[in-house]
């Protein structure tokens, strides 16, 4: 949620808008013009402030939506991706691990699924394009699903 102060900063800049325009309408005719003009240029400097502290709630709260959207789909992969050694995979339908591995980092940091990639420099090390983190290839390989060879009889 929005923080109280900000909601307090556009309120306030709302209840001096109305105040203003409350005295506006109930001053009578014999108010001088500069000082009408005076309020008026009030009344839209409150206005502009409220606005912008609203335009400051909305960016707020979009990117809150978007950690909840994020926080919910990686609640939702949770169960998904299972460690094993120094990366995470995808479960096949036996629970067991398969594919390309994932950074275990962005994983358990940001819950994140990042695909680890060959380093360009050094070939037995695979890195994390998107933190950075460097593993070393053994232990992050591709794990290819077991394949179920057909009985081969005598005969």
């Not at 912008?52 to 998904?80: G, M, V, Y």
Request: glycine share 6%; hydrophobic share 30%; proline share 3%.
């Amino acid at each position: 949620m929005p923080d109280i102060p900000t909601i307090g900063a556009a309120l306030s800049s709302l209840k001096t808008a109305i105040d203003i325009t409350k005295f506006l309408k109930d001053s009578d005719s014999s108010l001088e013009r500069a000082e009408f003009k005076v309020k008026l240029a009030d009344l839209l400097g409150s206005l502009a402030d409220t606005k912008l502290e609203l335009i400051d709630l909305q960016n707020e709260l979009a990117e809150k939506e978007k950690k909840i959207a994020d926080l919910e789909q990686s609640f939702e992969n949770k169960n998904t991706l299972i460690r094993q050694n120094d990366a995470y995979y995808v479960c096949d339908e036996t629970g067991k691990a398969t594919g390309k591995p994932y950074c275990l980092r962005c994983w358990e940091n940001d819950h994140k699924q990042r695909q680890l990639v060959n380093d360009s420099k050094e070939y037995r090390i695979k890195c994390c394009t998107s933190c950075g983190h460097k593993y070393s290839g053994s232990s992050t390989q591709e794990i290819y699903p077991e394949r179920s060879q057909p009985a081969q009889g005598n005969g």
